[in-house]
């Protein structure tokens, strides 16, 4: 959507396809990064953005035992927004699309999954959608393949991602937040278990971490006893816990962390998941695939208002952000390595957790780091000044 805004805004006609009739769904990932927000400040989008429903967080904290130390206090990036925003994905994504509609370069088509890439020769001219009334083709000068880390284009282009792994999967649910909760997201670590919480206004969010591959395992032990984890996990919540009240309540993230080597093809360029799936450590997955947009419009828009692209050009926008990616997912692994599954594997106090502990404690200007990487990332993009 990012990148179709920024592209009609350039004057490239560009067309959107969406497999769905409307984005009302529960996406979960819905973390506003302040980087995304200085690049809607730099569209002149920011205060209207800001004015829909939302929740802000200036500081990040992990509850370990019944010690809480302080991870990441956003209150001195250098960014207009200091803090991340929480806003669910369909109103972030209705907002992106009101605006791109402003121009009459832009036209979302839903109800349209694109299911084939169309060719001449080795080229991407387009792709094949089906639609509820037939098939759809649609060419182009440049498809752009932002379709998820399950990727059906990426599929039929042929690219395949490398798997990097990760010893966790991610059950999401939501319980009510009552007044006297806490007010700051939280990630709770205890007797082996991981759970983070984000603050929706009117409930919370719950991100429970287990083992790779042992959610039925863990159904098979019943409701109540998942109850009785997340009560002995956070203990405030153990008033609320029977709202969980059947497992359909509960929605298992697969959790995959994987990249391709060459994310172009000529006249093909996948960005964000469909490039390099992240692990939701941070949040930092919807941030990454914005900023890939913007270096994809930086980079691309003047050549497509001229007709062409090469495969040099597409190579380009990979060299922008492949470094990017690649050092984030690093520190995801690293953390997924020694924190995640250590914990999980039974570890209730790894040696990286004890020694972060200490340190913040004893110097806590080091909360801004995580905060710089969380909030801007390794290499923030802006929006040409140029576009109008």
Known sequence: MMAALLFARAGVRTILLEKHADFLRDFRGDTIHPSTMEIMSE?????????????????????????????????????????????????????????????????????????????????????????????????????????????????????????LGAPMDVLWLRLSKFRDDPHETFGYIRNGRIMALIDRGAYWQCAYVISKGTFQELRARGLDAFRQDVSSLVPFLSDRVEEIDAWDDVKLLTVQVNRLTQWYLPGLLCIGDAAHAMSPIGGVGINLAIQDAVAAANLLAGKLARGTTSAADLRAVQRRRERAARLTQTLQLFIQRNVIGRVLGGDHAPPVLAGLRGLVRRLPILTRIPARLIGLGFRPEHVEATRS
């Open 43 to 163: 569209l002149g989008l920011l205060e209207a953005f800001l004015e829909r429903p939302h929740q802000e967080v200036t500081s990040l904290a992990g509850n370990l035992g019944d010690t809480v130390v302080q991870v990441a206090d956003f209150t001195h990036l250098p960014s207009r927004c200091k803090f991340l925003a929480f806003m669910p994905q369909w109103d972030f994504l209705n907002f992106l699309a009101e605006e791109a509609k402003r121009y009459p370069t832009f036209e979302l088509r839903t109800q349209a999954r694109a299911g084939d890439l169309l060719w001449e020769g080795e080229r991407v001219v387009g792709v094949r959608a089906q639609t509820p009334t037939g098939s759809l083709e649609i060419r182009a000068t440049l498809t752009v393949a932002a379709d998820g880390r399950s990727s059906l284009i990426r599929e039929r282009a042929g690219l395949r991602p490398i798997d």
